[in-house]
């Protein structure tokens, strides 16, 4: 019998591979607008300014702006509303969260002997680069396809492009489905897409069936009717965040050249669930069709990685100011866990439905891979009006087509080569100060990582804060908002229909400053 283990009444399978997606080397290589709420306000441009926490994630070389000794915290709500249309069919869905956004601290070391590199800083910054808490639903009738070919499309080409064995979906005498599941997932290259074919099996799911059982290599055909107007929704709720906490060090040459350098570490922890409800209503006949399909994915994805950044300011006149920025690439080790369940329910004329639950109590812990974000570079131009205001412009460089999975990813990389491309992004950053306040305002625009710039569109954003200087002591405030509108792809094969997606962000940062 094949083997398999079970902890409490949980099985565990180390798996060999799962079928990654372009949207999993997205959603790690693209950050929010995220830290102090100065910097948030004012759209995050502050690649020529520094003298902020958060501007070193920008340029290293703003910590040397600092002339104080200064720690700080941010306090940041968070409102996602996804609206979606799905065949005409309009739902909405939000989720708000609150979390500690931004602490660190910079220290500045004056050099009292007369040489001209006038002082050394340092300083260490955690931010949430990216909070992955959201919640969306999309509901409509598809006129068109169904979810088995989702589990035709792993079926008859998941074997390196050929066929499942059915030895590999029809379990053996005495087999539970957690044995053969646990199996799969264990002992084949192609595990994870003999488990999405086992569990939609006619043995089990009654989704799928051989053309012919006597050939051990048959294609699948589906036992879902043709023609059924199928209704459908789909809702994903996800939690958790992308953590970085950078260590920082910088000088400054006579006060007019700033150099730094970012040593960071990330750190990320998402937990995903999905839930897939499909029905028809197709005319029964006497022999059992499917009439429902619920399936159930939950996804853990956890890691670290690393990356590393270099900038520079230089102050070209006591008001001109210019930045200059490159980021590397953040090298991720990654692991994901899944668990899957699968209930369908058949229909016949003049009998009563079956229900047939696929609840293979395993989770598939695979093996861990890497990912490659791209690197990016930042300009930056500053202009400052004295101590009455600032204005100020970055522009960032990213090309998306350089993102890479390892190891053995090649398909998977040429489909990110073929369909992403270089991605720019505009911040425009404003403040003025009257006595002790600030007022702070700010514009971002974001291209679409996508050549077709639909899948993902453009981003557009809004800002404005104020704050209070209380000497020692700074409080600030500040409101961000962003759009942007996409193509939500409910599965990755087979099923590839979405919906649109219009995702309104809305976030309000409290930071509190303490110069030390």
């Given at each position: 019998m094949k083997k398999y283990i079970f902890l409490f009444a949980l099985g565990f399978t180390a798996s060999i591979a799962q079928s990654q997606e372009i949207s999993d080397a997205l959603l790690y290589s693209q950050e929010n607008l995220n830290?102090?709420?100065r910097f948030?306000?004012?759209?995050?441009a502050f690649g020529a300014l520094g003298g902020d926490l958060s501007s070193i994630n920008v340029n290293p070389a703003g910590s040397a702006v600092f002339s104080n000794n200064q720690m700080g915290l941010t306090l940041s709500s968070f409102n996602?509303?996804?609206n979606s249309d799905y065949f005409g069919t309009k739902t909405s869905d939000k989720e708000n969260s609150l979390d500690l956004n931004q602490a660190g601290a910079v220290f500045v070391f004056n050099n009292r002997s007369g040489s001209n590199w006038r002082k050394i800083s340092v300083a260490v910054n955690y931010e949430n680069t990216n909070n992955f808490e959201n919640r969306l639903f999309s509901a409509g009738t598809n006129p068109n396809n169904s979810i088995d070919k989702y589990f035709l499309s792993y079926a008859?080409?998941?074997?390196?492009?050929?066929?499942i064995p059915q030895e590999f979906v029809n379990r053996k005498t005495g087999e539970s489905i957690s044995d053969l599941y646990s199996y799969l997932g264990s002992n084949l290259p192609y595990g994870f897409a003999a488990q999405q074919a086992m569990i939609a099996f006619y043995d089990q799911g009654f989704i799928i069936d051989a053309n012919d059982v006597n050939n051990p290599n048959s294609t699948y055909s589906s036992m879902v009717p043709t023609g059924g107007n199928y209704y459908q929704e789909n809702s994903v709720a996800s939690t958790g965040y992308n953590g970085k906490l950078s260590f920082n060090g910088a000088t400054s040459y006579k006060d007019k050249l700033y150099l730094g350098l970012n040593l960071n570490s990330h750190f990320t922890d998402l937990q995903k669930t999905s839930r897939f409800y499909e029905d028809n209503n197709a005319p029964l006949t006497n022999d059992y069709t499917v009439s429902q399909v619920q399936f159930d994915n939950t996804l853990n994805t956890y890691g670290t990685g690393f990356s590393?950044?270099?900038g520079a300011i230089a102050k070209l006149t006591n008001e001109f100011r210019i930045g200059l920025a490159y980021e590397s690439p953040t090298w991720y080790t990654l692991n994901d866990e899944l668990s899957q369940k699968l209930t369908v329910v058949s229909s016949a004329a003049n009998v009563n439905d079956v229900t047939d639950v696929v609840d293979p109590r395993v989770v598939n812990i695979y093996e861990a891979y890497k990912l490659q974000t791209p690197s990016k570079m930042t300009g930056s131009l500053a202009y400052i009006f004295g101590k009455s205001g600032l204005i100020s412009v970055d522009y960032a460089m990213k090309d998306y087509s350089k993102t890479k999975f390892k190891p053995g990813y090649g398909a998977l990389n040429n489909e990110l080569n073929t369909l992403l491309d270089t991605a720019g992004e505009l911040r425009i950053g404003a403040e003025y100060r009257i006595n002790a306040v600030s007022l702070r305002g700010g514009y971002r625009y974001e291209q679409s990582?996508?050549?077709?710039?639909?899948?993902?569109g453009d981003l557009t954003g809004y800002s404005a804060g104020l704050g209070y200087n209380f000497g020692s002591t700074k409080l600030d405030l500040a409101y961000s908002y962003a759009k942007r509108n996409s193509q939500q792809g409910f599965f990755g094969q087979g099923f590839t229909d979405g919906a649109k997606i219009d995702a309104i962000n809305n976030n309000v940062s409290l930071s509190l400053l303490f110069e030390l």
């Open positions: 830290g102090t709420a948030r306000a004012m759209s995050g996602t509303k996804n008859n080409t998941g074997n390196n492009g050929a066929p590393f950044q270099a990582p996508y050549k077709n710039a639909v899948t993902i």
